[in-house]
Nanobody, 115 residues
Framework: QVQLVESGGGLVQPGGSLRLSCAASLSMFSLFTMGWYRQAPGKQRELVATITSGGRTNYADSEKGRFTISRDNAKNTVYLQINSLKPEDTAVYYC?????????WGKGTLLTVSS
């Protein structure tokens, strides 16, 4: 059974930095496009960033510059580095793994940015 397990969320002060991790139990992890999405309270889930099997990255326009997605295929893990955190970054962050027709989601990790 495929599992994506996010970690690294918590309570962080504005201006701080954080790295989220997603560990995937995928036998062919390196072939999957991995992504981070987030859902703020009362809002729809939205794309944050993706990284392809070849390492090409894509970011939502609003997140360019503060967010960095990376992957370690040896550890079956994808990361999301977030800098200069803002209260509006508060959301549940979800990990996604996609390699058509397979598509998997984690259960999410809550990030709260507040002083």
């Amino acid at each position: 059974q495929v599992q994506l397990v996010e970690s690294g969320g918590g309570l962080v002060q504005p201006g701080g930095s954080l790295r989220l991790s997603c560990a995937a139990s995928l036998s062919m992890f390196s072939l999957f496009t991995m992504g981070w999405y987030r859902q703020a309270p009362g809002k729809q889930r939205e794309l944050v960033a993706t990284i392809t099997s070849g390492g090409r990255t894509n970011y939502a326009d609003s997140e360019k510059g503060r967010f960095t997605i990376s992957r370690d295929n040896a550890k079956n893990t994808v990361y999301l580095q977030i800098n200069s955190l803002k209260p509006e970054d508060t959301a549940v962050y979800y990990c996604n793994a996609n390699h058509w027709p397979e598509d998997y989601w984690g259960k999410g990790t809550l990030l709260t940015v507040s002083s």
